[in-house]
């Protein structure tokens, strides 16, 4: 089974700019999609957006403008480019993946976002 595995959480001021990667230990060629989510202490875990298997893509309303979605099949990547960060988006970042025939998810990636 393929592990997908999250990179490039950490510590940024408001305002700030992350980019979230998701390495996948197989090709995610013929994955239906790959999304991200994210959950805050105390919180269910947030849907952020997903690139379905065309390309299309989808992003919360609570990120839209803000966050975009992208991959690069040759590296069997995807990514989570975060801008003009805010304190409501500190959480733990999951990636997740639907390869048509189980559900992936990765361990977490930790965002924090001072003010």
């Known amino acids: 089974q393929v592990l997908l595995v999250e990179s490039g959480g950490g510590l940024v001021q408001v305002g700030g700019s992350l980019r979230l990667s998701c390495a996948a230990s197989g090709s995610i060629v013929g994955f239906n999609s790959m999304a991200w989510y994210r959950q805050s202490p105390g919180k269910g875990r947030e849907w952020v957006g997903t690139i379905a298997q065309h390309g299309d893509t989808n992003i919360a309303d609570s990120v839209k403008g803000r966050f975009t979605i992208s991959r690069n099949y040759a590296r069997n990547m995807n990514y989570l480019q975060m801008n003009n960060l805010k304190p409501k988006d500190t959480a733990a970042y999951y990636c997740?993946?639907?390869?048509?025939?189980?559900?992936?998810w990765g361990q977490g990636t930790q965002v924090t976002v001072t003010s």
């Open positions: 997740y993946a639907d390869s048509g025939s189980t559900n992936i």
